[in-house]
């Protein structure tokens, strides 16, 4: 079966760290590239980290640019998002997906269960 499976999230202090993983099956972590976005509450999913299958190049969104760090373990293939200095901004759902490549379209439609992450001030 082919998917991704987030885990990692809770509930934090501002400030604080969580460390986020996407675990892949079906196929190998660096087959594809792979995002993490995010959702809160009321507003539209964005895009927040994304690492290259080709190279293992990074990518990250303003807003968690010096704060968030996404690395891949291949042989565990997984997919990690560390984050740190935590704020309450950053309170959502997040998900990781397949891309084509960083910045492109997903491969598939569906989106997994994602992982709640909460910053409390």
């Known amino acids: 079966q082919v998917q991704l499976v987030e885990s990692g999230g809770g509930s934090v202090q501002a400030g604080g760290s969580l460390r986020l993983s996407c675990a892949a099956s079906g196929f190998g972590s660096d087959y594809y590239a792979i995002g993490w976005f995010r959702q809160a509450p009321g507003k539209e999913r964005e895009s927040v980290s994304c690492?290259?299958?080709?190279?293992?190049?990074?990518s990250y969104a303003d807003s968690v640019k010096g704060r968030f760090t996404i690395s891949r373990d291949n042989a565990k293939k997984t997919v990690y998002l560390q984050m740190n200095s935590l704020k309450p901004e950053d309170t959502a759902v997040y998900y990781c997906t397949w891309l084509w490549s960083c910045g492109g379209r997903r491969v598939y439609d569906s989106w997994g269960q994602g992982t709640q992450v909460t910053v409390s001030s």
């Open positions: 690492i290259s299958n080709s190279d293992g190049t990074t």
